[in-house]
């Protein structure tokens, strides 16, 4: 083993606190870069899998939502430098039909390429701790760390003529692109139409601020947390629902004139699927991107779907391309038109990561941002 140490916010076991620890990060192989991380966001996906709700192997590196600089590159990289910014997102194989369709999310090594064994697609280890092999290589990152490996695939370079801090680069890699890329990439909702968004997390305000940018008629969003859906008003939303002991579909079809345009479920929470596919008008289309568990299931009333025309789509990271997209969101957000400051929370360091993660189990912050 070659490489470099660095400081790591590692998990030893489904369940457990994250640990700072000093870990060995491989040298860089073929198309791989080493990344310098200068600030790195916490998604639910990582806690989902800290607390064993996701599978993955353990002990683990986790961390998706990396952005840094560039250190180093592997001997067939051709696209990145060394001092090049990155954001980085998840990883996808570039080389199978969906990939050179320009749909990588819906790589056929999607699931084993981020949420695989945490080695690399040959099988070796690129993270070690105490010389034993850590698994590494979660979305094809593992950014809970002050380096990390990436590829130049997954690695996007961003424009140096835009003014975009790092902690705002970060979250652009997995949640951001997830929610704004539902609207933007898949719903595409028409002008004059209606759109709900069930979950006033990361995903459901990514869409809903991207939402705002377009001429519908009315954008609600639903969640339990008042102060979310303050926030969702002032990010543009025209309505806002509580659902707490309340007919939630009724009130959407009310607010709509009997059933939204398009819908998203962005809450991960178990039956909420269920009611935002009910929450629908006539040809009306649910996009779910939220998921409780990979057990998780819905029960769908077929009578509706057919007699109503509906539609259910799965969406993994908004359907983004991210090379295209990621430097698109760049630029939104560096003009002010996506304010993602607003969901963001920075000052918190690495070593703060279990706190982080308590603020965001309470409801407190959105969206937490680290730097190593
Ligand atoms: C998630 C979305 C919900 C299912 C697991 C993967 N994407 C990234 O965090
Ligand atoms: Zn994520």
Not at 242 to 256: M, N, R, S, Y
Not at 319 to 340: Q, R
Request: charged residues 15%.
């Amino acid at each position: 083993m070659t490489g470099r140490t660095t400081t790591a916010a590692t998990v030893s076991g489904a369940g457990l606190d994250f640990e700072i620890a000093d870990i060995e990060v491989d040298e860089p192989r073929g198309t791989e870069v080493l990344v310098r991380i200068e600030a790195v966001s916490v998604c639910h996906t990582d806690i989902s899998v800290q607390s064993g709700v996701f599978p993955y192997a353990m002990p683990a590196v986790l961390g998706h939502e990396g952005a840094g600089v560039v250190e180093q590159v592997g001997p067939e990289v051709t696209r990145l430098r060394p001092g090049q910014r990155v954001s980085i997102s998840f990883d996808f194989c570039g080389h199978c039909d969906r990939c050179v369709a320009g749909l990588p999310g819906q790589c056929r090594e999607y699931l084993a390429r981020n949420f695989g064994p945490g080695k690399r697609p040959d099988g070796s280890a690129n993270l070690w701790r105490d010389g034993q092999p850590l698994a590494g290589n979660f979305f094809g990152q593992s950014t809970f760390a002050g380096y990390a490996l990436a590829n130049e695939r997954n690695a996007i370079p961003v424009n140096e003529d835009l003014d975009v801090s790092p902690e705002l680069l970060a979250p652009l890699g997995c949640g951001v692109q997830t929610g704004s890329g539902a609207i933007l990439n898949v719903l595409r909702p028409h002008p004059g139409s209606t759109v709900v968004v069930f979950g006033a997390g990361t995903v459901g305000m990514s869409a809903l601020m991207a939402a705002a940018l377009l001429p519908v008629r009315r954008l609600i969003a639903v969640d339990v947390n008042a102060q979310r859906l303050a926030l969702a008003r002032d990010l543009g939303a025209t309505d806002v629902v509580d659902p707490t002991g309340i007919d939630v579909v009724a009130a959407i079809k009310d607010l709509t004139g009997g059933g939204a345009d398009y819908a998203l479920e962005a809450s991960g929470v178990e039956g909420v699927a269920l009611q935002a596919f009910s929450s629908l008008g006539t040809g009306g289309t649910l996009a779910v991107e939220g998921l409780a568990s990979f057990t998780s299931t819905a029960e769908i009333p077929l009578a509706d779907l057919v007699n109503f025309s509906k539609h259910v789509v799965g969406v993994v990271e908004g359907a983004s391309n991210p090379p295209i997209y990621l430097p698109y969101l760049t630029s939104l957000v560096a003009t002010g038109k996506v304010p993602l400051g607003r969901i963001t929370r920075t000052g918190y360091k690495l070593s703060d990561i279990n706190a982080a993660v308590a603020d965001m189990h309470n409801g407190e912050v959105i969206k937490p941002v680290l730097t190593p």
